[in-house]
């Protein structure tokens, strides 16, 4: 298995390293605040039901001398997780199961995105989750075994694709999804007729807004260029 080592000291270095070789570059800062529609695959529950918290600093860094290839690097807090509301009685006359997993983590994302005409930008990448608070609850009870120890993965290596919109002067929106690349937990099911194992995987939507406070706003570039 591929040492989580591996990933995060890179990750780490180009948050370091990079903005040094591009000083000559105006680097602007974000702010980003939105919501997580989550799920987690391999859970036996079905649907992005989870709402959480997404948002953070960035920095956005041009590499090229039009400005529209950029990387952005961003310190996110993020809510992920699992639910499934109480459903109606089944044939038995019990409850069906209710069932509640927050998963909140601190992440390091590195994006590389292209904007084309200073309108709308994608990016891809990936990112560096740690875990900092964890709660399970099963058939309405919170299940004391879920701590930040185990069985969930204290690491999460995501994959991220985004497309962002300009709204208005310096305020975006933005898309992002993520999704796992290691698996976060492998977890034991059985029923009256079987018994399987599956590994799960966070798997997201993300809606945020963003402010880009250093950022030439367009139309106030062409009336400033005509004044001139």
């Known amino acids: 298995m591929i040492s989580y080592k591996r990933i995060v000291y890179p990750i780490i270095l180009i948050v370091f390293i990079l903005p040094l070789s591009c000083f000559s570059q105006r680097i602007l800062g974000g702010l980003s605040a939105g919501i997580n529609l989550s799920q987690v695959d391999g859970d036996e529950i079905y649907g992005f039901h989870k709402i959480g918290f997404n948002g953070g600093p960035s920095v956005i860094i041009p590499f090229t001398k039009n400005k529209k290839w ?6 996110l807090f993020s809510q992920k997780g699992s639910h499934q509301n109480v459903g109606p009685n089944d044939t038995t006359g019990q409850p069906k199961p209710y069932y509640n997993l927050n998963l909140d983590y601190v992440e390091i994302p590195v994006l590389v995105h292209f904007t084309d005409k200073k309108i709308i930008a994608g990016g891809v990448g990936f990112s560096y989750g740690q875990l900092v608070n964890v709660k399970e609850v099963e058939h309405g009870v919170r299940i004391d075994s879920t701590t ?11 994959v991220l694709a985004d497309v962002r919109i300009r709204i208005w002067q310096r305020f975006w929106i933005d898309a992002r999804y993520t999704y796992s690349i290691f698996k976060i937990r492998t977890r034991h099911f059985k029923n009256d007729y079987q018994e399987w194992n599956r590994n799960q995987f966070n798997n997201l939507i993300s809606i945020r807004f963003t402010y880009i406070f250093n950022e030439e706003v367009p139309g106030k570039n062409r009336k400033k260029s005509a004044e001139e």
Do not use: G, H, Q
């Not at 950029?70 to 310190?75: A, F, H």
């Open 70 to 75: 950029s990387v952005t690097l961003e310190l």
């Open 148 to 158: 930040l120890s185990r069985p969930y993965n204290k690491n999460d290596i995501s």
